[in-house]
């Protein structure tokens, strides 16, 4: 079983709709949660870090599932430029591990 | 964005010859880290940094060796490049330990024919 996982997609949305990515995580003695997004062919940047209350920035809001292992990101009224890879990322015992990502494309 | 360029941005390069890819950064952060991302793996953490001349292994090690003689420099080498490396590489920075957020590098793409 893989540390990180999540849903490849790809996730076809129309623009101005909701979606919403899920993953699990096999560390229950984890610490610390993120969300980075990846454009085609550059780095992975920073989303926002997964607190366990829940956090929000924008249309985009995370939120943490201690219990079951489960993290979510939600992007509301999608934009063309929220297209990209959504990597899934957890802290370990001694390092960061990064889910394979979610594909999403955001259709005009 | 973190000051953190990685020299050369593409390489092409024969199997068994010597690699060194190059990652520098203004941040004066202490952890550094190098990572290769392929399909249907994502990334994959090969070596880091805790501090200068501070190295240790990560997950997929093999066939790979750093150095880090200055906070600002870490230098990864394939020393006897394969097929099987060619990938992207990053390197990434984060100012504390390995768990908090990590700063990453536009990427080094290197193919080994």
């Known amino acids: 079983r893989k540390e990180v996982e999540q849903d490849p997609g790809p996730f076809n949305v129309p623009e101005g709709a909701t979606v919403a990515f899920n993953c699990t995580y096999s560390n229950s003695a984890s610490q610390s949660f993120f969300w980075y997004r990846q454009d085609c062919r550059k780095e992975p940047k920073l989303l926002m870090s997964v607190y366990s209350s829940g956090n929000e920035d924008g249309r985009f809001t995370a939120q943490l599932n201690r219990a079951s292992q489960y993290i979510s990101l939600l992007i509301r009224d999608s934009k063309l430029s929220d297209s990209a890879t959504y990597l899934c990322?957890?802290?370990?015992?001694?390092?960061?591990?990064f889910g394979q990502g979610t594909r999403l494309t955001i259709n005009p | 964005d973190a000051g953190i360029t990685q020299s050369p941005r593409h390489k092409v390069t024969e199997t068994g010859t010597p690699v060194t890819l190059r990652c520098h950064q203004t941040e004066n952060h202490r952890y550094m880290y190098w990572y290769r991302q392929d399909p249907g793996h994502g990334l994959r953490l090969i070596h880091y940094s805790y501090g200068v001349k501070d190295t240790d292994k990560g997950e997929v090690s093999d066939g790979y060796s750093v150095s880090r003689s200055k906070t600002e420099d870490f230098l990864l080498t394939l020393e006897s490049a394969t097929s099987s490396q060619t990938s992207v590489y990053f390197c990434?920075?984060?100012?504390?330990?390995?768990?908090?957020?990590?700063?990453f590098g536009p990427g080094t793409r290197l193919l080994v024919l």
């Open positions: 990322v957890v802290g370990g015992a001694q390092k960061l591990v």
């Open positions: 990434a920075i984060s100012e504390r330990d390995a768990r908090a957020t990590q700063y």
